[in-house]
């Protein structure tokens, strides 16, 4: 589908211009351009790329850990489905395959495209790390940052808010007609001590990337000519997560040997009695647990601590910690450990169910989650003849298939 972007070589000069600017300040691995493009890197995770390909073609794509949405749908989306060749395919591939690809807009003939969403508003992250290069309010509000965040700025007053608007103006415009000289930088950037401004190291990244007069059109990459086979995600973490949980949902439980009562159960049976909400001895503990995660459900007469509006942390802590130690002690080298616990004590008895291969439906899923490195760990550790049936849905390779290249 077509979008409506700026011209590329636009986007290029206010990217060239914001690595400029910030190479001034010392700061040269935020904006980048380089012989392979423009390159953008928050350090939070968050990263763009803009590639200029030969015959007036161009890319950006990148990737936002809060917003790129696209990542995580299920069913997924293929961001690389019918894209032409002449892009960037093996950097493209690269991150794509590690969950990392949030967003891919070519421009060709000029006009900019992306495939389909399932919601034409759906967030890619582009707009989140890439606002900046892309809208030119955002533009100048970003080198009046360099002044008052980066460079900290003294002076900040109204009257001097205005003049630096007024300074980013001018050097955005000079920018992106391609005609900076060191006179529009240092109008922005001259109000900062002078041993922390370096003009010429920012002229020099600004003529390397175009935007002076009389340097060279900025760096383009040689075209692509052939789409090479990848792997495509088919479902979603979560799509993935879901799809064994309804699995888990149908396994019978394998038969086990009743674990031996000990010190650890006889500890949590008093400490959960004791936790009794009518303080009658009458209290109920539901609780999914994984080596790095554990989650509890309300049940019937659930303990104080985890009742009422707000948790009792301590009391949480202190369950905590005895259910874990239930489930360590309770380890069996061949049948492993369990999954689930429903704990309902009386005031001189207890009963306790567990689950090592199956979701009870006593334990809602919405509420928790069992993560799939979790559950590879856990069956590692067992004796194959107790492994579950959905073991082989805990395959990597489950969520993804492959693509014949072209």
């Known amino acids: 589908m077509s979008l409506d972007l700026p011209a590329p070589g636009l986007v290029w000069n206010r990217w060239a211009l914001f690595a400029s600017a910030l190479s ?14 423009a390159h953008h890197d928050d350090h939070g995770g968050n990263w763009c790329r803009l590639v200029l390909v030969e015959g007036g073609r161009a890319v950006i794509f990148g990737y936002d850990h ?10 997924s989306i293929d961001l690389l489905a019918d894209a032409p060749a002449w892009l960037p395919w093996p950097e493209l591939v690269r991150w794509q395959g590690e969950d990392q690809l949030g967003f891919v807009y070519w421009y060709e003939n000029g ?29 100048r509000q970003q080198l009046g940052e360099m002044v008052f965040d980066w460079g900290k700025h003294e002076r900040d007053d109204p009257a001097e808010r205005s003049a630096v608007a007024e300074a980013a103006t001018r050097l955005l415009a000079a920018a992106e007609t391609g005609a900076l000289e060191v006179a529009d930088l240092d109008g922005l950037l001259g109000r ?60 019978p439980e394998r038969q086990r ?34 080596d790095s995660s554990l989650g509890t459900q309300p049940g019937p007469r659930p303990p104080r601590a985890l009742a009422g509006r707000q948790t009792d942390w301590a009391g949480f802590d202190e369950i905590t910690h005895s259910v874990r130690a ?26 306790v169910e567990r689950r090592h291969d199956s979701w009870p439906d006593w334990f809602p899923a919405k509420r928790y989650t069992l ?14 003849e107790y492994h579950p049936s959905w073991t082989p849905l805990l395959d990597p390779e489950v969520a993804w298939r492959e693509v014949p290249g072209s």
């Open 192 to 251: 900062l001590p002078a041993d922390t401004v370096n003009l010429t190291a920012a002229m020099t990244v600004a003529q390397a990337a175009g935007i002076t007069p009389g340097s060279g059109a900025p760096p383009v990459v040689p075209a692509g000519t052939i789409v090479p086979p990848r792997r495509i995600r088919v479902l979603s973490e979560d799509g993935h997560e879901e799809l064994v949980r309804s699995a888990m949902r149908e396994e």
């Open 111 to 139: 006009t900019w495209s992306r495939v389909g969403y399932p919601e034409e508003d759906l967030p890619d992250g582009l707009l989140a790390i890439a606002r900046a290069v892309l809208d030119p309010e955002r533009a």
């Open 66 to 75: 809060e917003y790129s949405e696209t990542v995580h749908l299920t069913p």
């Open 371 to 384: 993560s799939l490195t979790d559950l590879r760990s856990e069956l590692a550790r067992r004796a194959p």
């Open 326 to 351: 239930l489930r360590k002690a309770e380890t069996h080298p061949q049948y492993g450990r369990w999954f689930f616990l429903r704990l309902a004590t009386t005031t001189d008895g207890y009963t």
């Open 257 to 290: 040997p009743e674990p031996t009562p000990g010190a650890e159960l006889a500890a949590l049976v008093d400490l959960v009695r004791a936790q009794a909400p009518a303080e009658d001895g009458c209290c109920t503990l539901i609780v999914g647990v994984t």
């Open 24 to 37: 001034a300040l010392g700061v040269d691995d935020v904006h980048r351009c380089a012989d392979d493009g």
